[in-house]
């Protein structure tokens, strides 16, 4: 069941999603090579919780027997990493990585979630392209995100554009709804066929994300019952807002407004 938000709700969802944007603005001004994943995410909690939020991340369990719950404040994902990346101590971020980080923050009852991927250094021309192809990609989908639109336009319209730069979408994971819960309805793939789905409502608050790989589709999960990488070893990209549908243009939510 997909949740319409009164104005105090949604006014609740603009606080979370403020201190989400606050992160990455703080993150991309501090993320630098030599140091350790394990750093960013100390960070990234000091953040969150100095702006009255909890890091919902941070033991969110997916229920399935023999996958710990995750243990961290953010997700980060280097290069051939899509997604769910662990932070440690021994993982060094080097010169010319591509760095992605997802994070989800949690105040009054709300959730804010986004996710970003930083060039770190001097960044090859193939790693800089995926990277603003990726975050392209979430602003071709929302152009469709209207009243009496359906979810599948969205869809639609960002596995279109990335196909036609000639990289690949993750199939397995997808946006999602957001608001009181991490994940609600709608599911929201990064592919799909216009005019299906759900029709778009004002007061919906939507977190769309863009998974792109470079190379081939395939995936692969590690060990760590968390980590996504690709199968092929080619490079991949994440760019995630928490949207909402109002009666003309979406509002995207974790973007610091100027």
Same mark, same amino acid.
């Given at each position: 069941? %997909?949740t319409?938000?009164?104005k105090? #709700? ?9 201190? %989400? ?5 703080e =993150?991309?001004?501090?993320?630098? /090579? ?5 750093? %960013? ?9 100095? #702006? ?7 033991g ?7 996958? /710990? ?12 990493? %899509? ?13 010319? *990585? ?22 770190? $250094?001097?960044?090859?021309? #193939?790693?800089?392209?995926? !990277?603003? &192809? ?6 071709e $989908? ?9 979810? $599948?336009? !969205?869809? +639609?319209?960002?596995?279109?554009? !990335? ?5 690949? !979408? &993750?199939?397995?994971?997808?946006? +999602? ?5 991490? +994940? ?20 919906m608050?939507?977190?769309i ?12 999960? =590690? *060990? *760590?019952g968390?980590?996504? &990488?690709?199968?092929? $070893?080619?490079?991949?990209? +994440?760019y995630e807002?928490?949207? =909402?549908?109002?009666?003309k243009? /979406?509002?995207?939510?974790?973007? =610091?407004?100027?």
């Open positions: 069941m %997909v319409i938000k009164s105090r #709700e949604i006014e609740l969802m603009r606080n979370a999603c403020k201190v %989400v944007a606050i992160l990455y603005d =993150l991309e001004k501090k993320i630098k /090579p030599g140091m350790t994943t394990l750093e %960013v995410d100390k960070l990234a909690e000091e953040i969150i919780r100095r #702006e009255g939020a909890i890091p919902a991340e941070k969110y369990d997916i229920g399935i027997k023999g996958i /710990p719950p995750f243990p961290a404040s953010i997700c980060i994902s280097i290069n051939d990493e %899509v997604i769910h990346g662990i932070p440690s101590k021994y993982r060094t971020i080097k010169d010319g *990585d591509i760095v992605s980080i997802d994070t989800v923050a949690l105040k009054d009852g709300f959730n804010g979630d986004a996710a970003r991927t930083f060039m770190i $250094g001097n960044v090859s021309k #193939e790693a800089k392209r995926l !990277v603003e &192809v990726t975050k392209q990609a979430f602003f $989908g929302i152009k469709y995100a209207k009243p009496g639109n359906r979810i $599948g336009d !969205v869809c +639609h319209a960002i596995g279109e554009y !990335v196909h036609s730069q000639g990289y690949s !979408v &993750v199939r397995e994971f997808q946006g +999602h709804g957001i608001g009181r819960q991490m +994940h609600e309805d709608p599911g929201i793939p990064n592919y799909g066929k216009a005019g299906r789905g759900i029709r778009l409502e004002p007061g608050t939507l977190a994300e863009p998974m792109v790989i470079a190379g081939k589709p395939n995936i692969l999960e =590690l *060990d *760590d968390w980590t996504i &990488v690709t199968e092929d $070893g080619s490079l991949a990209a +994440h807002n928490t949207i =909402l549908i109002t009666e243009e /979406p509002e995207v939510l974790t973007i =610091l407004k100027k």
